[in-house]
Structure formats: C-alpha cells, structure tokens
C-alpha cells in the first residue's frame, strides 16, 4: 500500500482524574512505514506501552487520531478493534505469551484460526513459517520444551504468519541472552526489509539499534528526538554494524531460514 | 479437530484435580436428578397401577374421590341409573378398602383389598405366575404378589390364611403388582371384599363403565355426568392424572422430589461455574493474548462453551452409566427408580444447558480482560 502503515496524529492519553491524572501520552505524531523497523527508546514510565498500545488498537487514545492500514480508529468499538488487530496488526510480547497446552505449530497456527483461516492450508502455512524462523525440527514441542529464544521466535513466527502489514514488539528481547536477543532483532528486521512491513520494536537496549532504520526517542509521553539510519546523532549506533550482527544472530538458524530468504 | 476444541479440552484436561473435582459435580448433580425425576416417574407409574390395569371406558367414582385407593362409597343404586344412560354396555362395580390379614402367630398386617367381579369388565390380577383368576370367583379364594411373600407368610397357592377372621385361601399368585403405600394389594371376588372390608352390600366404591361399540367415549361420559348426581365420571387417563395429581402434589411428595431435583442442579451448576471460572482465570493471560492477536469475543467464547460442553459430555455419559445401574438395582424395590428414553435426553438437555450456564461467569470474566495486560506483564 502507499502510505504509512500507522499513521498517528496529535494522540493524547490521560489516566484517571483529579489528583490521580496521570497524562501518559502528550500529542504525539508519528507514523510506520512498510520496509522499516523502528525502534522506540525511552525510559521506564516514559509511555512506550501506552503509545504501544495504542499504535496496536488495543486501547482507545484519549484525543487525537490514529489510522492503521487508511481505517481510523476513532470511536471504534471493541470488537472492531479487534478485527483491525486480526487483519493488520501482529504482536511480539516480552513473555511470549504462547499457549502452554499448544504445540509449537498450534500457537502458530492459532493466529490464523482466529482469522477463520484452518484447514490444510493453514497448517501448511503456519509449518511453513515455523520452519523460517528455524525450527522446523521444534513443530511438535510445546512451549516448556523450547529455550526462551526458541520461544520468542515462535511468537514471532505467531506474529507474521497472517500476513500483517505492522508488527509491533513490545521488548522482544528483554528476556533474552545477548545473541538470542541478536537473532530476534535480526529477524524482525528481515520480516521488515523482506517483507515490506511496518515493524515496531519498543526496547530498552541501545546495542540493538543497529538494526533500526529509525529511532524514536519518548519520554514523559512526548517524543523528543528521531533519528534515521542517515542520521548519525548517536554516536552509540555508529558503534553497531548490522552485517555483524546478522552474522551472529545467523548462528542459530539452518540454512533456508527467514534471514537466508531475500539475499541471493 | 479444530483448534479450539484442541484448546479447550487440553486446558481442561491439564489440570486433572480440578476436571475430576468438576465431573464428580456434575455426575452427583445429573444422579441426584435422575434419582429424583426416576422416583417421581416411578411413583406416578405406581399410584396409577390399578387404574392403568383396568378394562374400561369410563371410571365412575364418588364426588369426593380423589384417586383408586379413596374410601368414598357409591349406592349400588347407581348402577341401573348408569346403565340407562344411552351407550353404555355394562357398569362393574369395584370394591376397595383396608382389611387385617392374620399371620401364622396370630398377630395382624394391614392389606389393601380389591373385589371386582370377573366378567371382563373389572380389575383382574395381572402377571399371574401361578393358579387363575377364574379360581377367585370361588368364595374365600384371595390373590397376593409374591413380593408380599414376607409380609403375608405365604408362598404359593393352597396356602391358607385370616383376613377380618374369616378363612381365605390363596388362589393366585401375581409378580411385581405393588402398592406404593407397601400395604398388599389382595385381590379377591367383589361379594367376599365387601365381606372383608365390612362393607355394607348396597355399596360399592367405584363402577367402571363400559361403552357400547362405536359410542362416542366422550360424549357417554358426559351424558353420565348430566344424568347421575353426586358422581364423577372418567376416561382412565383423566382418572391417572387425577390419582398422579393427588398423591404427587396433594401430599407434597412430588413437590419434595421436584426441590431435591432442582437443588441438585443449582449444586451441579455451581460446582461446574467454579471450576470453569477458575480454569478461566488460570489461563487469563491466554484469553488476554487471544483477544491481543484480533481474536472475536465470539471465537474466545467458543473456547469455554467447548470446555463445558465437554464437562457436559463426559459427566453426563459417567451419570448415564450410574442411572442405569441404579435402575438395576432398583428394579426389585418396593419404589422402583423408572428412566425412560426421553427421561435420559432432557437430562443429557438438562446437563449441557446446565453446564453453558455454568460457563457464563467465566465467559464474563473474559469479556473484562483487558488484551493491554499482556503488554504490561
């Protein structure tokens, strides 16, 4: 599609009232482009989640616009939030959140059913993007048999396998050793370059800007600085090559995987 | 299978303690109906037995009778009135009334008699196993069930006995003819009834009427009604309903089956509204994670209504194979449990609608999720 993917505009968010407001979120603009990762940076309480949330259609900005895929979502009820989130939105989590009872195909599979999309092909889709985040030998394991980064890449694999056009990580990587960290990060940023999505990685850690095209910097709910990958502001991300990084995060998958695809 | 049966059955089955904690609810709640609804079939089954055994069109009873057993009496006058109603063929009377039945040591049982005449128009003893009922016609001849073998010190047929002091002996021997109220039915002629009972030969307690072939039944019963005073005239299931009706509901005993049964659903969709509930809360971050990806209230829904349906399923087959044991072992009862086809399909009705019920609590519980809590955690 041309156009931003995410496209917010002047959103403003206020919990509680009286002695209790607390404004979380202070006109922020911003918008996601397909083919981009973008990384959001800012401190504890800062509204990474709030705008994160937002920016997926789960919590309703107390002013301001925001339109995912041309749709806006001003006023929409629930339900209809839900069904942008089905069609356009995939989500990364910081504690997976896979589903215990599940195999590793099943939690794939399942953000697929929700769309009504089962069967055959399903299930071929669904083994087939397993098998691109590496681990087409883990298909029939359930979650308490797999490491944390075998985990997280099966949430990633959750995440694209409807095909949406944004995919929004909430610290991905948080819970992770540094090259499991590395090897999320460099997934998300092939599903971004690959395959032309809009992705979204909030993030404490400034070793991973090396993967971002863009960095946005929040802090008490207003976005203070951008950079791009032309800018060189910071000079912490000039320190991060992404090739190297590429390199080490590679090691942990087989040949044939989501970072092999798109590079011959 | 589809996923979210797969979903929702291995969330059940994970935690075991609690899905045998959920399924004991349900099979005590779905016996305890069963038992209860069973009792109240079988009762009503029994309080009609004689009614339901009789050859008749129309039951002709005192104004005041409320069922088989009722010790109003009518004038024997009635029958002549009756038979001049236009299509009735025949009016036999019937005798009931408590009598003492003299055991071997002398000491007294209550029975419960009832003379009829054999023409083919009365009430004859059924199951016969041993001698005829044609021997009953003979005076002092009298027929007893053999579940009553205890009670009466009898065995077979030659035995003697007492009744009212006068010398009986038994002539016929029937199976499985009992009386709710556990007094003997004894079966003998209508002239040696009255004679057992002390009633007065001018009286009788019921008539039973018979139409002329190809008479409207109905249209005789009224024509009975507007031409005999004092009486009540009844096709045998006005007569059934009329009994079941008394004795159910009249005594309160049918009203105390029906609180047991409805109690035991309450408990029954308790326990399986608890389970569910805390299932359902267990496993919130799941729900939150459904609703995160775009999953419809619907689809999340039809996780929980799978979870209690297959608490449904399960608990009713385990209750189903109880019942049926019960029935078993309850066959021979002096109060039998009766569960008939369409009984076991409104129980297995029962049970699902019971279990989705169960299942609102937790399916409100998930509306509330909020899918931000997964961010937040």
């Known amino acids: ?264 | 299978m589809s996923l979210v049966f797969t979903l929702a059955s291995r969330n059940l089955f994970q935690d075991r303690p609690r899905f045998v904690a959920s399924l004991i609810g349900i099979v005590f709640s779905v016996v305890l109906v069963m038992v209860q609804i069973g009792l109240y079939f079988g009762f009503g089954r029994m309080v009609t037995t004689m009614i339901d055994h009789a050859s008749t069109d129309i039951w002709v009873i005192s104004s005041g009778a409320k069922c088989f057993e009722d010790l109003s009496v009518l004038n024997t006058g009635i029958r002549n009135r009756l038979l001049e109603v236009d299509g009735v063929a025949e009016a036999t009377p019937v005798v009931v009334g408590f009598s003492a039945w003299m055991l071997p040591d002398g000491a007294m049982t209550p029975v419960f008699l009832v003379g009829s005449e054999f023409n083919g128009g009365g009430i004859s003893p059924w199951n016969v196993v041993e001698g005829t009922v044609q021997s009953l016609a003979e005076s002092g001849t009298v027929g007893v069930d053999r579940s009553y073998y205890d009670r009466l010190r009898v065995s077979r047929v030659g035995e003697a006995a007492q009744i009212r002091g006068m010398d009986v002996t038994v002539g016929v021997i029937t199976d499985g003819i009992r009386s709710f109220t556990t007094t003997p039915y004894v079966f003998t002629n209508i002239a040696d009834a009255r004679s057992y009972i002390g009633l007065p030969a001018s009286f009788t307690s019921h008539f039973l009427v018979r139409v002329k072939p190809g008479t409207d039944i109905e249209r005789t019963r009224q024509a009975i009604l507007s031409h005999v005073a004092g009486i009540q005239a009844l096709t045998p299931d006005q007569f059934s309903d009329q009994s079941r009706s008394f004795w159910l509901f009249g005594t309160g005993a049918g009203a105390a089956l029906f609180a047991g049964a409805l109690l035991s659903v309450i408990v029954g969709t308790a326990i399986v509204a608890q389970t569910l509930y805390s299932s359902t809360k267990e496993h919130l971050y799941e729900f939150a994670t459904m609703r995160a990806i775009g999953a419809s209230n619907g689809y999340i829904y039809k996780v929980i209504i799978w979870q209690a349906l297959l608490n449904a399923f399960i608990g009713f087959g385990l209750a189903a194979l109880i019942g049926v044991a019960v029935v078993h072992f309850t066959a021979k009862s002096a109060l039998q449990i009766v569960i008939t086809p369409g009984l076991m399909i409104e129980l297995f009705v029962l049970t699902v609608v019971m279990c989705i019920i169960s299942a609102v609590a937790a399916i409100v519980r998930v509306v509330r999720v909020d899918p931000v809590i997964v961010l937040a955690q």
């Open chain 1, 1 to 264: 599609m041309t156009g931003p993917i995410i496209d917010a505009r002047s959103v403003n968010k206020i919990y509680g009232s009286g002695p209790a407001r607390v404004q979380a979120l202070k006109d922020v603009s911003l918008t996601l482009d397909g083919g981009k990762l973008t990384v959001l940076m800012g401190p504890s309480g800062s509204g990474k989640t709030t705008l994160l949330s937002i920016l997926g259609c789960m919590l309703a900005p107390t002013s301001g616009n925001v339109e995912v895929c041309g749709v806006s979502t001003n006023g929409a009820r629930p339900e209809e939030l839900a069904r942008i989130r089905r069609q356009h939105i995939g989500f990364v989590f910081q504690s997976y959140h896979l589903f215990p009872t599940l195999t590793v195909t099943e939690n794939v599979l399942l953000a697929l059913d929700v769309r009504g999309d089962h069967g055959p092909k399903g299930i071929a889709k669904a083994k087939e993007v397993v098998a691109s985040v590496g681990l087409a030998s883990k298909m029939g394991s359930f979650p308490r048999e797999l490491s944390g980064g075998e985990q997280q890449r099966v949430a990633i694999a959750r995440a694209i396998v409807a095909e949406p056009s944004a995919i929004l990580a909430d610290e991905p990587t948080a819970s992770l050793d540094a090259t499991n960290g590395q090897a999320t990060m460099a997934i998300l940023s092939a599903i971004a370059r690959e395959r032309e999505r809009a992705v979204l990685v909030v993030t404490h850690d400034p070793r991973l800007f090396g993967f971002a095209d863009r960095i946005l910097y929040i802090e008490d709910g207003s976005l203070t600085r951008e950079e791009t990958a032309d800018s060189k502001a910071d000079p912490m991300r000039t320190v991060v090559d992404r090739d190297r990084m590429e390199n080490v995060a590679r090691t942990k998958f087989p040949a044939g995987s989501i970072l092999d695809q798109g590079r011959s």
